[in-house]
């Protein structure tokens, strides 16, 4: 009998393991590499331990696989490249210039903090020897913005942990939500989720007494959507803070319409958002915001709908479609689950590592 040895792989990274991204793509991983993992989501004194640990390995893994957010420990990763063999696979899910100066616009972009995060994302992607991009939206911007086309890479879509998603039971709609059309935003308060289109979509659908908002998360943004929501109050819109997030699943399953991204931002335009997938997976009726990245794999009214993005009108006028038409809506779109199926599995992404490395 032939045995293959498998390659060896060291995850390590700032990354939370309880987020289903972050250990769907390491059980995705361990289908085909023996691997070791070093998580450093809690506690102090992150970069010495990421030294240390990298220091211990030296070349014992056939690759490293930085996983996000990598950029802080940019300066160690490059140490390492000196002194040792091991190929870094560097997950390149965020742009720390880009997410901080253009999405959340938090630092200004002549600033010496924004040309220092500039660096972390440069000097990050010189250091791998492969890189993972989510998006080939968002590899291009990557490519151009850093200039390292000639950098090999590979597209890991988002994976949805498909079990977790079936597991979870619908909530039972309460006195507040009782005969209304549920409409679901979750997420953080930023710039990218365009929470203020919502909001305005709800003003104007104020006369529609049957549709009812939620609005579930906190963030950058969200006192000041609340205080504007508040100042020309409809009554349409339930706040709730961040909650568990097997709790948010059952409020996925219990809305009729779940709503994606809206945002005016560049990365709007690049990114396939989570939730759009989760309730996809959990085969709800998704509205959100069009963009080319989403296109590549939905078709309109036929997975999802779609919208103009960063308009609060064609947001209005689709969610009155999706309320009036509901009934014929869910026969069209009856199976979103499929593509999430083929696409956006572990199962899947275990094809793409496999084909990949």
């Not at 957010?69 to 997950?91: P, T, V, W």
């Amino acid at each position: 009998m032939k045995y293959t040895i498998k390659k060896k792989i060291l995850v390590i990274g700032n990354y939370a393991d309880f987020y289903p991204r972050n250990y769907l793509i390491i059980n995705a991983f361990k289908k085909n590499f023996e691997v070791d993992e070093i998580c450093l989501w809690e506690g102090k004194n992150r970069k010495w331990k990421f030294f240390l640990a990298l220091l211990k390995a030296k070349d014992k893994y056939d690759y490293i696989l930085v996983l996000k957010e990598g950029q802080k420990f940019a300066f160690i990763l490059l140490f390492y490249k000196l002194f040792f063999q091991s190929k870094i696979i560097f997950d390149a899910f965020i742009s720390y210039y880009d997410t901080y100066v253009f999405d959340r616009k938090i630092i200004e972009d002549a600033s010496l903090r924004a040309r220092y995060n500039f660096l972390l994302d440069w000097l990050s992607c010189k250091n791998a020897d492969l890189l993972i991009y989510d998006t080939e939206e968002h590899k291009k911007y990557f490519e151009n913005k850093f200039k390292i086309k000639n950098k090999k890479s590979m597209i890991l879509p988002v994976p949805v942990d498909l079990d977790l998603i079936d597991s979870i039971e619908r909530k039972v709609k309460d006195d507040i939500f009782k005969d209304k059309f549920v409409i679901l935003f979750y997420g953080y308060y930023i710039p990218l989720q365009g929470v203020e289109y919502i909001v305005e979509a709800a003003k104007k659908l104020k006369d529609k007494k049957e549709i009812k908002f939620l609005l579930i998360g906190d963030g950058q943004t969200r006192k000041e959507v609340e205080k504007k929501y508040r100042d020309d109050s409809s009554g349409n819109i339930e706040f709730l803070d961040r909650m568990d997030y097997k709790e948010l699943l059952s409020y996925i399953k219990m809305a009729d319409l779940n709503l994606g991204i809206f945002g005016n931002t560049d990365k709007a335009k690049r990114v396939i958002p989570n939730k759009v997938l989760e309730a996809m997976a959990a085969n709800k009726l998704v509205l959100t915001g069009r963009n080319k990245a989403m296109e590549r794999y939905f078709i309109n009214n036929k997975d999802l709908i779609y919208c103009n993005m960063a308009d609060s009108d064609d947001l209005a006028e689709k969610i009155k479609q999706a309320y009036t038409d509901y009934s014929r809506l869910l026969e069209v779109i009856k199976n979103p689950r499929r593509k999430i199926e083929d696409n956006f599995s572990q199962k899947a992404i275990e094809k793409v590592i496999k084909e990949n490395i």
